[in-house]
């Protein structure tokens, strides 16, 4: 038979990827600094458009998209979260 629990919130801070505060989440996160007019770790699409960031965590390199969410977690790492957890 299984309990139930309830689980603490967490404050966290965070800084969402959009074109509008490029410098803010680039100062923020130490990531897609522009270099020759494009991010550096950038995400692209087919036709080599820009379309987020490659974000290095503690599991590894994951995509983060326009709107993500770049979070810092507990141990000064980040993260790519999706806007719809928060």
Not at 17 to 25: A, I, S, T, V
Not at 58 to 63: A, D, I, R, S, W
Request: net charge negative; aromatic share 10%; with cysteine.
């Amino acid at each position: 038979m299984s309990d139930k629990y309830r689980k603490k919130p967490v404050v966290i801070e965070a800084v969402q990827l959009r074109w509008d505060n490029w410098e803010e989440m680039c100062d923020f996160a130490g990531v897609g600094k522009l270099e020759d007019g494009k991010p550096q770790g950038a995400h692209l699409n087919g036709d080599l458009n820009v379309i987020g960031l490659l974000i290095p965590t503690l599991e590894g390199v994951m995509k983060a998209e326009q709107d993500d969410y770049i979070i810092k977690g507990v141990k000064g790492e980040f993260y790519p979260c999706k806007p719809d957890i928060f």
